[in-house]
């Protein structure tokens, strides 16, 4: 048994990653050489800003709800009610189709031991993965990169991004942040890149690898990605032309198991009934003709989506109509792979509060562990500290 | 020992953030000890880094309404902001640039961040003033920093409930370095010394008697009622301090990988001065270890370090507050945001595919007004003092092509190789385009000009 994990891992160790040398050889040499990929991929989406849960996955008969919240809740005509107990917020329409379908596993109160309030903090120990008292310059991902991936660079990752998050940063291996592919290659066809360095010396040496790994990343995607063009209408939003490229790299047969985006502005301390609703429904439109996409493409089967956000708000309303920063969330996730679907487990109970906050109940580094090892098939306990036995939702 | 012309710069790019090529020239042919020397009475002549500060608002935060409080926070991130903008704008053009680079070494060393702009003035000032002074001195004025007190939630840290963040630490971060002989009983009982040290709301220390624990404490085996400045002492007596920040100087001025030799001579100078800054530095910079070639053109530059370097080198000014801004948020560094209490992780964690592609298409913004296609990731904090206001089109620099023309008349562009890369240079001189500017983007653009 042990055996036979071992050589598994061995097997993606080769696969889950594309080693700048292989980029450049024709495609049919590559299928002879490459050694078959590896099929799971697994999509993060980042709601930053702190995203009100508890106005997203609604208990909406709980009557000390609308007393600690008078003004958050939208009209209960507008309310998505699910059953007599569960509503969605009226942005959240998208994601109510994706419920109905069992594409959609909800894990509610998911949190961490001793929270951090600050956006930035609470953010990089989600990105990390660090205990609250740590502080870790790598990312999960990062790390997953690390562990995963060979010596050479590679693009097992990639981040919806100009700029690189922690959650990707590895000692040795980096995901790749791209907002666009075709800018991405047009990018690195404006820089002129001799092939060897004028100075020796192994930084000299480190630029020109990560320059050469960057070219040749970006010359396989500009190729690779063109095999597949969604013909699905996606909103016309940042956001939504993220989840359209994602969706165009998983179809085309992109060999990277990561994809990475994010949705901001959920920082919600004013006004937040319009705000809110207007970003969950950015979010829930495009999730949904994501799956769609997907689904045409065969792909949704073989895609985890995993959505969180760096912490909830607090249960009582603020003085502005908004809510300040508060402690657990709920976390969603989707894909046509889920053996759990609905909620993974009871909504928060907003009776037994901690400070006037949500408590969690499942730590969010043990639903990471559940991913590593169930859908990426890896050895979590080196990429995550601390042993977490595996939830049942994949 | 005389000083060639990449010596010189290897100590300026170090010690400073580099200079033009005439201060490069009057440099050559000395002694590291004499210009050291000279750099620091050029430092004597700094002006403090200020900004205009709110008056102080006599009604109690709480009180005041929300739209009252709004207009507060949005003042005190222009304020952030604003000292963020005017930092830069010092280490670009100041005579010398040792104190600020010495600054920006302890900046990250006891890193900070405050949403504040009083509070971050005030720390802003005690590590400029004391980065070429007494290390001991530095040490308890920035324990006393609003700033830091409030960043390590010293504020809390009461009688009948201590808070051991700043404890743990003004240990591990600031003087002994992780695992190095103490105990969390030692962290625990220097918490209850710590106390009490707290600060009121217009930035002054106030050491509130009231929440102090008056009691016995024992600390690495020593037993007393001890304060604050007390377990400072103690550390400072502790020469491991002393090696502590040998250690860290040297993987950031000379080699990331460390000198054991030259870390223990220069934690011998610093000791043995009794923390003076100045006498361990020009240990660490007029050793002939320093100047090793192995040592030289092998840092990859820092973000701010290229923000600034490139403007001291090439006689251009970048002042735009959204300019600046981008620069760093794009490279990933922004003074007053360290990414946590440890600081920036140095060296090769700057390099990823899109920084390169940034950092290797830079020149083509500064000095062709190239198109921004890049941004950075929208804010996610409704209060981040450091989100840029629109969309940058282009960055807006100020080149002064007379000066820099005149530092190389009659020169070749090997000369603007020498004085632009660090290390053995060597390309056919026929791969140099023909036009001045061309050239110096030519080599700006190359990975080379990424180190120093």
């Known amino acids: 048994m042990l055996k036979s994990t071992h050589s598994r891992r061995q097997f993606l160790k080769q696969s889950s990653c594309i080693t700048a040398g292989t980029l450049l050889l024709p495609s049919f040499l590559q299928a002879g050489l490459a050694p078959m990929t590896q099929d799971t991929r697994l999509v993060i989406v980042q709601l930053s800003g702190g995203n009100d849960g508890l106005n997203t996955i609604i208990p909406y008969q709980n009557t000390d709800l609308l007393r600690l919240r008078p003004n958050l809740l939208s009209s209960d005509r507008r309310l998505l009610k699910i059953n007599d107990e569960l509503a969605f917020n009226a942005g959240f329409s998208g994601f109510r189709d994706l419920y109905n379908q069992g594409d959609v596993c909800i894990l509610n109160s998911v949190g961490y031991p001793n929270p951090n309030r600050s956006h930035f903090r609470s953010m990089d120990i989600w990105q990390s993965a660090s205990p609250s008292d740590e502080y870790l310059s790598t990312g999960w991902i990062g790390r997953y990169l690390d562990q995963e991936c060979g010596s050479e660079a590679n693009i097992g990752a990639i981040e919806m991004s100009d700029v690189l998050s922690l959650a990707l940063k590895g000692q040795k291996e980096k995901g790749t942040p791209l907002t666009n592919v075709g800018q991405f290659y047009q990018a690195t066809k404006q820089v002129e890149l001799d092939p060897t360095p004028h100075v020796h010396s192994p930084t000299a040496d480190f630029l020109y690898k990560t320059a050469a790994n960057t070219q040749n990343s970006a010359q396989y995607l500009y190729e690779k990605s063109k095999i597949y063009r969604s013909k699905h209408n996606y909103p016309n939003h940042k956001f939504g032309s993220d989840m359209k490229e994602i969706s165009e790299m998983i179809s085309s047969g992109v060999d990277a198991p990561i994809y990475y985006a994010s949705l901001s502005g959920f920082d919600t301390h004013n006004n937040q009934l319009g705000r809110q609703e207007r970003l969950l429904q950015m979010y829930s439109e495009t999730m949904r003709i994501f799956a769609d996409d997907l689904k045409s493409s065969d792909r949704w089967k073989n895609t985890l989506v995993l959505t969180f956000s760096e912490f909830g708000r607090r249960v009582t309303q603020n003085g502005s109509q908004g809510t300040d920063h508060g402690k657990a969330n709920n976390l969603f996730l989707m894909g046509g792979g889920l053996k759990k679907q609905g909620l993974y487990n009871p909504l928060p109970n907003i009776n037994q509060l901690d400070q006037g906050d949500l408590k969690h109940e499942i730590d969010f580094k043990q639903v990471y562990s559940t991913v590593l090892n169930d859908w990426l098939k890896t050895d979590a306990r080196a990429i995550i500290k601390g042993d977490f036995k595996s939830l049942n939702f994949i | ?452």
């Open chain 2, 1 to 452: 020992m005389k000083l060639n012309q990449q010596e010189v710069q290897h100590l300026l790019l170090r010690a400073g953030f580099g200079d033009n090529r005439q201060v490069i020239g009057s440099y050559i042919g000395q002694s590291p000890e004499l210009i050291l020397q000279k750099q620091f009475e050029l430092c004597n002549k700094n002006t403090p880094v200020q900004i205009k500060l709110p008056k102080y608002e006599p009604t109690p935060y709480k009180e005041l309404s929300e739209i009252e409080k709004q207009a507060i926070r949005k003042e005190a991130r222009e304020q952030v902001k604003a000292l963020n903008i005017e930092w830069i704008k010092t280490m670009a053009s100041a005579p010398s640039s040792c104190q600020d680079k010495i600054a920006m070494f302890w900046h990250d060393h006891f890193a900070c961040s405050a949403a504040n702009g009083v509070f971050l003035q005030s720390y802003l000032d005690t590590i400029r003033g004391h980065a070429l002074g007494n290390f001991g001195d530095m040490l308890k004025a920035v324990s006393k920093e609003p700033a830091m007190l409030q960043y390590l939630n010293n504020q809390q840290n009461k009688k009948s409930a201590p808070n051991e963040n700043f404890a743990r630490e003004v240990m591990e971060l600031f003087t002994l370095g992780r695992d190095q002989g103490y105990t969390e009983k030692d962290i625990s009982e220097a918490a209850r010394a710590f106390t009490g040290w707290g600060f009121d709301r217009t930035g002054n220390f106030k050491f509130r008697q009231m929440v102090h624990d008056n009691n016995s404490k024992v600390v690495f085996g020593q037993t007393g009622n001890f304060d604050g400045d007390d377990i400072l002492d103690m550390l400072l007596a502790n020469k491991q301090t002393a090696h502590y920040i040998s250690q860290k100087w040297v993987r950031y001025f000379v080699h990331s990988e460390g000198n054991e030799k030259l870390e223990k001579k220069v934690a011998d100078a610093f000791y043995s001065s009794n923390y003076d800054i100045k006498t361990a530095l020009t240990a660490l910079f007029t050793s002939p270890d320093f100047y090793d070639k192995k040592n030289i053109g092998q840092r990859i530059k820092s973000p701010i370090e290229l923000i600034v370097s490139v403007q001291r080198q090439l006689h251009l000014k970048i002042e735009d507050p959204s300019s600046l801004l981008y620069l760093q948020r794009m490279q990933g560094q922004v003074l007053f945001n360290p990414p946590n209490v440890a600081g920036w992780p140095d060296g090769q964690d700057w390099v990823d595919s899109a920084t390169l592609l940034f950092r290797l298409h830079l020149p083509q913004l500064i000095f062709k007004s190239a198109l921004i296609q890049n941004h950075p990731d929208s804010s996610f904090d409704d209060n981040d003092a450091f989100a840029i206001k629109g969309r940058l089109r282009a960055l807006k620099t100020d080149l002064n092509l007379n000066e820099l023309e005149n530092d190389f008349k009659n020169k070749s562009a090997d000369d603007l190789a020498l004085f632009l890369i660090q290390g053995k240079w060597s390309v056919d001189a026929s791969a140099y385009p023909t036009d001045f500017i061309d050239q110096i983007i030519f080599l700006t653009s190359k990975p080379e000009y990424q180190l120093c």
